[in-house]
């Protein structure tokens, strides 16, 4: 038997023992309409429900067998593990790291950055000098940290415009 939807719907709700005032809250409808179609179901208690819907899912279950698997029985192709490109490698070499002077170190310690923003947005320039060059270093640490992170900051804070190195 085909059920729709709505009816699979009132059925679990009829079939977990709700009373049929709930039922016809639980999906919209109005009592006798919820009524009404139990009667064209034939459903008179929980127990008929409950086998009523165990009926439709296991249909289902077998209509959806034919669909579940459309490349059985093909063969699985070997597993071919990818290789490292060398020329990415090079990126890595500790060698051309140390040419290039090491590897970057942020200005701002990564668990601070975003006290650091939030305080570039908000404080003036002194209160950002008297907080933040203890941990940066120096003035020039600090003017380019916030260049670095809030380049509308910078504009307010120094006055300054923003130059272009390209």
């Known amino acids: 038997m085909e059920l729709s939807r709505g009816q699979k719907e009132m059925l679990r709700w ?3 023992g709700h009373s049929v005032q709930m039922v016809a809250q639980y999906v919209d409808k109005d009592t006798r309409d919820v009524i009404k179609e139990l009667a064209e179901l034939e459903i008179d208690d929980r127990w008929q429900a409950e086998r009523l819907l165990a009926d439709a899912s296991n249909v289902e279950q077998l209509e959806k067998i034919d669909d579940n698997l459309p490349n059985a029985g093909e063969e699985v192709p070997e597993f071919k593990q990818e290789m490292p490109n060398r020329d990415k ?10 040419k290039r002077g090491g590897n970057t170190i942020d200005l701002v310690p990564l668990a601070k950055q975003q006290a650091f923003r939030m305080d570039v947005r908000w404080r003036t320039l002194s209160e950002l000098t008297k907080k933040w060059t203890t941990i940066l270093g120096s003035e020039d640490n ?22 272009d190195a390209t």
């Not at 490698?89 to 140390?98: G, N, P, S, V, W």
């Open 14 to 16: 009829f079939a977990a």
């Open 89 to 98: 490698l090079a990126d890595y070499d500790k060698r051309e790291i140390a």
């Open 142 to 163: 600090l003017k380019a940290a916030i260049k670095e992170f809030s380049p509308s900051a910078f504009k307010r804070l120094y006055n300054e415009e923003e130059e």
